[in-house]
């Protein structure tokens, strides 16, 4: 009632209108740079899910409530437990071991008894329910993951969250919903965070793509999202309030892009790659059994990098001559202590018996930096990580380490043909004593009556400039090199490789960098040593000519990446690369450089190909 009807009561009190509507303003277009995990391109409505629920409602628990409350606590563990492992076989079925054994890892933590027993004591002492036991205990530990500075483990944050859900979800009866129960047709999400196992609930026929708030490129959730072929962005940092509103989204898991609301000419572009983009992978899938030629007849080596045993299946379904680069300090961690001999050398024998008789080079432990595993943190805290104890230099400081290392590999290299790289080598004292322990070992082996192989390559990442420099005197003494520029830029341009802000210095087309490359295959060809390149750059299309050109002919990528680098080289004489490198190195800024490689690329592309050649590559934003 207005107080104009109070003072006139006979009136009819009147309803408030409703409001009309208010007119609808289109959201205007806005773009967010994540990190892309999964490659592709999404288009479609948007929905945001809720963050994680309101915390639980402390509910005070009477004494003699106590005894009942422990056993409500063991039940929901052993149902959560129960549940974790169905979702195991089940992913076992649909995505293969890798992805299983995330989840058998969340049934092993749901079962282990240190949970149970801090968690009774908490409701023991502090009379509080299990629910708010258990929510106390893994928060805590997710809150701790995430504050560390290495992202594989902040990453695993998730994982213990994902836990933390499905414990709560038994001990309350209630069934949190799935994401899949949130959609109705295919959909875009967006969310702070998905955990492994909703990922791996994810149906592709429904979920678009998706795009997080938190998340890094080593979370297994991206590891998920990409075998199960979901376009995915992660790391966006604070943007759902504003995805809210909007009503379409573009998920763009090729450039870590998220486009809210496009315009119709951002959508309109988007929908023409995104057909050609399918028309171009059936293409590909064509070159798999093809050599990757040049036009007028080299060869050129294509060879996969693999961070999991698992992908070496992906290294033989997109015809990758074998793996180049096997970055084994993946086994060391996700885990509480270094995985021991046998666990090596099992991990190791299954890569080997996966590629068929195709070669893997194995490199040693290239832990510390930005890769540092749990129990390597206690003592650990040097003002300069990249320039500190990392890589090579560790495992020489740590024998015991180092030794059970060589033994695994030497052990796997009797099944097949293996090849050792160090990494970070910068001296030659520094691989000296390198080989001379692997040599050491192998004689232990053999002492021990251990089959081993007879001959085993044994070659260096060339990474730091000083090993490019020296490389002339290094050849004489080593099989073979790898130029991993990820960090050979990052330590020739002093850069960190994984400052976001620093990404326009950071770049592999810097004439510095490239005069040190050169360098390496003179030396490389005077000594008729192999050379190859297993930086990012590798299977960047935009650096192959260079490559080629500059005379590397072996180059190593993830697997995925090979049919497109297999493409562009079928399409291209020789004498064209050289022209571009021999262009490139006389240049005097990486801007030139790249002009002349995005020219050289357009130019050498199909005519159809040339409006969706990227306009940036994906090394120049950021290394793996
Ligand atoms: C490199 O530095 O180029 C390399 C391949 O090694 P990582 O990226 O593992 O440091
Ligand atoms: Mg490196």
Request: proline fraction near 6%; aromatic fraction near 4%; include cysteine.
């Amino acid at each position: 009632m207005t107080p104009q009807d109070a003072r006139n009561p006979s009136r009819p009190a009147a309803l408030p209108a409703v409001p009309s509507e208010p007119p609808v303003t289109p959201m205007s277009m806005q773009t967010l740079y994540g990190i892309a995990v999964s490659p592709g391109v999404a288009i479609g409505p948007a929905l945001v899910l809720d963050p994680r629920g309101p915390r639980l409602p402390i509910r005070a628990i009477a004494p003699d409530g106590i005894a009942a409350e422990l056993d409500r606590l063991d039940r929901g563990l052993v149902a959560a437990r129960g549940e974790a492992e169905a979702a195991e076989s089940s992913a076992r079925q649909r995505l293969g071991p890798e992805y299983a054994d995330i989840l058998a890892a969340h049934a092993q933590m749901v079962g282990d008894p240190t949970l149970r027993n801090n968690a009774r004591t908490r409701i023991e002492r502090e009379r509080i329910s299990a629910e708010h036991a258990v929510s106390e205990i893994l928060e805590a530990h997710a809150a701790r993951l995430e504050s560390l500075s290495d992202p594989y483990l902040a990453a695993r944050a998730a994982d213990v969250r994902d836990i933390e859900r499905r414990i709560l979800g038994q001990l309350s009866g209630k069934h949190r919903p799935a994401v899949m129960d949130h959609l109705g047709g295919p959909t875009v999400i967006f969310a702070h965070d998905l955990s492994p196992s909703e990922t791996a609930d994810l149906d592709p026929q429904r979920v678009l793509g998706f795009a997080t708030e938190a998340g890094g490129r080593a979370s297994h959730t991206a590891i998920v999202a990409e075998a199960l072929e979901i376009p995915a962005v992660v790391g966006l940092g604070r943007f759902l309030d504003r995805a809210r509103q909007s009503r379409q989204a573009i998920i763009d898991g090729d450039e870590g892009l998220v486009v809210l609301d496009p315009d119709a000419e951002t959508l309109e572009s988007y929908r023409r790659a995104a057909v050609e983009r399918a028309a171009r992978f059936k293409a590909l899938a064509g070159l798999t059994s093809l050599p990757a030629r040049t036009l007028d007849g080299t060869l050129v080596e294509l060879w996969g990098n693999i961070e999991f045993p698992a992908e070496a299946a992906a290294c033989n379904e997109f015809g990758a001559l074998g793996v180049a680069l096997y970055r084994t300090e993946f086994l060391y961690l996700n885990q509480t202590r270094p995985p021991s001999e046998q666990e090596q050398f099992e991990a190791y024998v299954k890569v080997v018996k996966s590629l068929g008789g195709h070669p893997i080079t194995i490199r040693t432990l290239d832990l510390g930096a930005d890769k540092l595993a749990s129990y390597q943190k206690a003592g650990y805290d040097e003002p300069n990580p990249a320039l500190g104890l990392r890589s090579l230099r560790l495992s020489l400081r740590n024998p015991v380490l180092f030794r059970t290392q060589l033994r695994a590999i030497l052990r796997a290299s009797a099944f097949g043909d293996v090849r050792v790289m160090f990494p970070l080598v910068t001296t030659l004292a520094e691989f000296r004593e390198a080989r001379s322990l692997l040599e050491d070992v192998a004689a232990e082996l053999r002492a021990e009556g251990v089959a081993i192989r007879d001959k085993i390559s044994v070659g260096i990442m060339v990474e730091v400039p000083a090993a490019a420099i020296m490389a002339d005197q290094l050849a004489k003494e080593v099989d073979f090199f790898s130029i991993g520029t990820n960090d050979l830029i990052q330590y020739t341009l002093a850069v960190d490789r994984t400052n976001e802000s620093l990404a326009d210095i950071y770049s592999a087309a810097d004439p510095a960098v490239l005069r040190l490359m050169a360098m390496v295959v003179d030396a490389a060809q005077a000594h008729g040593i192999p050379v190859s390149v297993c930086g990012t750059i590798g299977g960047e299309p935009l650096y192959t000519m260079l490559l080629l050109g500059m005379g590397l002919l072996q180059l190593s990528m993830p697997p995925h990446q090979l049919p497109e680098v297999k493409q562009l080289i079928r399409g291209i004489r020789l004498e064209q690369a050289r022209a571009v490198a021999q262009k490139a190195l006389r240049l005097e800024t990486s801007t030139a450089v790249l002009e002349l490689l995005h020219e050289a690329l357009q130019s050498a592309l199909p005519e159809e190909r040339r409006t969706v050649a990227r306009s940036k590559s994906r090394g120049e934003i950021k290394a793996s």
